[in-house]
């Protein structure tokens, strides 16, 4: 309602979130890092944001009246400083976030900024509370709980037992009547949210509603594998992998053997009815990073797909190729491949944002360790008959019960004495230092398209582009 007021006023309304999934359902949303240029780095060294004086970012934040950051507690604090410190700097105004009013929400039940190899105090060091930026905002508080006043007294329950655990009132959590339906093994997960699969396999709105979700990459990806082997004839694209500069001696096969979870994989199967999640910013807000689809057709170098959920729900789309530049590997490499992995499953961090008609919890080999991933996946719902769970076994008193969940909490987020560790507003930098930071895209070649190309329907406009793209590549 807000975006929609300021951009009815014919004024500029930015929107943005911390996660791409979140972003989709925004109208005209994008994620924050794709929107003002943060650095793809460690978190400690972002000193600001890639965006200069005279580009045209700079001339649109100029005018822009109203800057919205959705799911802001996931965020590093270091990119909201690094953003402040950049508006401050280019449009010339000392003011908070450069004089633009900022509309931040957030939920400090759910999950806050990961920190690679940090665990609570790193996690509560970088979050928004502990910036200087926290004291110069206005808080309000929503009081009024949608779920509690529906007339189904189970969701009134389901609710009030999430509230409580998102504030850490509860212990260990054991799925009972009106509270998840437990199962006991992940063939009956799987059976249960994706039942019935065999006939809805090219049904968007199927799996636009459904999803399974677990703390660890590797076990989405198991779950990913065991439902993608159900599908029908897959076709095989194959990475096209180079060294960098320094490496040039290394052997592609060992390339090709690395895997990581920014990267596709090398040897990447896919089938006609899989589902699909973006993993790069391809064609912001409509296709960013966790955006899912569902492939409607497989060609030579290109992935055609329609898109489950958020504002372009339902459009079709082209998914090319593309270079990425792999840092979290053991060697720093270059993968040409299609942006994308499985869907089926995916991590509780990913899903956050997300609501889901039927949505399985997988917790059998690792539980939830951060903060607000037990409360993030039990909230995926509405209903406590959506939420289907499988934790695994435990031996008690020599006979195996279904183990409890842990849910784990930092309780000093809801206090008043939460401190900021920051001491003072760091110093504004100047453009160039900017600039060392800037990841600039390149410019786009401007086309001139011929009048009669505007009377063509998009269904024909895309069969077009497929055929041109495939008589370009026949020699490869």
Known sequence: MLLDSVRSQGKIALAVASSGIAATVLHGGRTAHNMFKIPLMEYNEIRSCGIKKNSELAKLLKITSLIVWDEVVMANKNTLTALDITLRDVLENDKFMGGIVFVCAGDFR???????????????EHCIKSSYLWEGLTKLELTENVRLKTNYVRNKSFAKKLLKLGTGESGPVYFLENFGISVKTREELVNKVYDDIENNH????????????????????????????????EVVYN??????????????????????????????????????????NICPPKLCNGSRIIVTNLKKNVIVGKILGGSYGGEQVLIPKITLEAQDTSVPFKRKQLPVKLSYAMTINKSQGQTFERCGL??????????????????????????????????VNDEYQLRPAINRVYKELFSGEFDSVDENLPQVTSESEASLFAQEEPELEKVEIPKEFYKLSEEDAIKMILADYDNDNSHD
């Open 110 to 124: 759910q999950i806050l900024p990961v920190i690679r190899g940090g665990g609570k105090n790193e996690e509560l």
């Open 362 to 395: 997988l917790l059998d080999s690792v539980q939830c360790l951060a903060h607000g991933q037990f409360y993030v996946a039990c909230s995926r719902v509405t209903n406590w008959n959506s939420l289907i769970v499988y934790t695994g076994w435990e031996k």
């Open 239 to 280: 990475s096209v992998d180079t060294a960098t500069e320094h490496d040039t001696d290394i052997q592609t096969s060992v390339f090709n053997a690395l895997t990581s979870p920014s990267l596709p994989l090398h040897q990447l199967k896919v089938k006609i009815g899989s589902v699909l999640m973006i993993i790069r």
């Open 202 to 233: 090219l049904n968007a709105s199927y799996f636009e509603k459904r999803a399974i979700i677990s703390p660890t990459n590797d076990d989405v990806d198991s779950i990913n594998s065991m439902i993608y082997e159900k599908s029908e004839e």
